[in-house]
Nanobody, 124 residues
């Protein structure tokens, strides 16, 4: 019933910035934690960032900590990922997801709904 639509990906030079959005439709995501994962060619899906349903707690993967910022606007049913100081290693398809009721934020299987991937390409 809940649909997630990720957008905002594109091509950017190293050191640049990009802002991803994830819009939810069908049902509000107010009571759900949300997260971002990414997957590069030949790599497993990697945890990027997550945010609690209240927005009061955020979590980041080690590779993006200090560079990326996750936020959400429950009134707009939208989650964001601000990506700064982008590196070529950040090149991947980025997925937004809704977390299930239990478990941690770090593992893909803890999430029960996934949006479309949006391609982020960072050139050298």
């Amino acid at each position: 019933q809940v649909q997630l639509a990720g957008s905002g990906g594109g091509l950017v030079q190293a050191g640049g910035s990009l802002r991803l959005s994830c819009a939810a439709s069908g049902r509000t995501f107010r009571d759900y934690g949300m997260g971002w994962f990414r997957q590069a060619p030949g790599k497993e899906r990697e945890f990027v960032a997550a945010i609690s349903w209240t927005g009061g707690s955020t979590y980041y993967g080690d590779s993006v900590k200090g560079r990326f910022t996750i936020s959400r606007d429950n009134a707009k049913n939208t989650m964001y990922l601000q990506m700064n100081s982008l590196k070529p290693e950040d090149t991947a398809v980025y997925y937004c997801a809704r977390k299930g009721r239990f478990g941690t934020y770090y593992r893909p299987h803890e999430y029960d709904s996934w949006g479309q991937g949006t391609q982020v390409t960072v050139s050298s």
